[in-house]
């Protein structure tokens, strides 16, 4: 009887081993959170004149396919929603299109999507609106368990409706965000370092994370392309996006 209790207890043990050392292998498909991917474009007149707004277009196209087709190692996508920052007036609301629009589709295609939908018409930069848009449908779609990443192609400089250049900026308000999910974080490409300052230090955020890149880092990205090389096997590129654009970015510290 002890024999039989004994080998019991043996087989019992190796079958919870192996449950645990299943759990450990598990693929990183399987094991990360998929990502909710918020995509914005800035199309106002600010941007738009700038010498970085074509670039930003094309990167934006070759990063959302990256990503849709997970290369390089990108996180897999849980959601995708891709909406303008620009508008015509104050508290415009705001259109996102969602990932189906984009699912299946090369990087020409995004990129002609991209133009079509979002004309460099747009007069004013609203970041409230758009961030306010991006926590209602967050809520709606119950996406609020997910990592959320918001990147946004932009000059970065907010509507300037006062005299004073911080005070422009410590109006754009993150409070949306907050509490949305454990890990926010507002990625802003293309950005004069005079802005970037800015936004680390006139725009509050408590645990939303804020990454800034320069424009003249942006540009960058054209220099890891192999001619001749297809998009799923552009290490370089895939390896420069993941160090410079979707860099973990570590909480603020109080």
């Known amino acids: 009887m002890r024999k039989h209790k004994y ?6 043990g190796v079958a919870l081993f192996l449950m645990i050392l299943a759990a450990c292998t598990l693929p990183d498909s399987q094991r990360k959170p998929r990502l909710v991917l918020f995509v914005g474009v800035d199309v106002s007149g600010s941007f738009r004149n700038t010498p970085y707004y074509d670039d930003a277009v094309t990167f934006l196209s070759h990063y959302i ?3 849709l087709n997970e290369l390089g190692g990108l996180s897999r996508l ?3 929603f891709v909406g303008s920052i620009g ?3 104050a508290d415009e609301p705001k259109a996102f299109h969602p990932i189906h629009d984009l699912e299946g589709k090369n990087v020409i295609q995004i990129e002609e999507e991209l133009r079509k939908w979002f004309p460099p018409e747009d007069i004013i930069t609203d970041f409230n609106a758009f961030f306010e848009e991006i926590a209602r449908l967050t809520k709606d779609r119950n996406l609020t368990l997910a990592p959320i990443s918001i990147v946004v192609v932009t000059d970065g400089v907010p509507a300037l409706d006062t005299s004073e250049e911080k005070a422009a900026y410590e109006k754009i308000s993150l409070d949306p965000l907050e509490y949305l999910s454990r890990r926010v974080t507002v ?3 293309y950005l004069e370092p005079k802005v970037a300052q800015h936004w680390r230090e006139d725009v509050s955020s408590r645990r939303v994370r804020i990454w800034t890149v320069a424009g003249e880092i942006m540009e960058g990205w054209r220099k890891q392309m192999e001619p001749g090389v297809d998009l799923a096997n552009q290490e370089k590129l895939w390896k420069w996006v993941k160090d410079n654009v ?3 970015v570590r909480a603020r510290r109080f």
């Open 87 to 89: 508008g015509q007036s």
């Open 65 to 67: 396919y990256g990503h």
């Open 187 to 189: 990625r802003l490409t």
């Open 7 to 12: 080998f019991f207890l043996c087989s019992l």
């Open 246 to 248: 979707n860099f973990r």
């Open 78 to 80: 849980r959601a995708l």
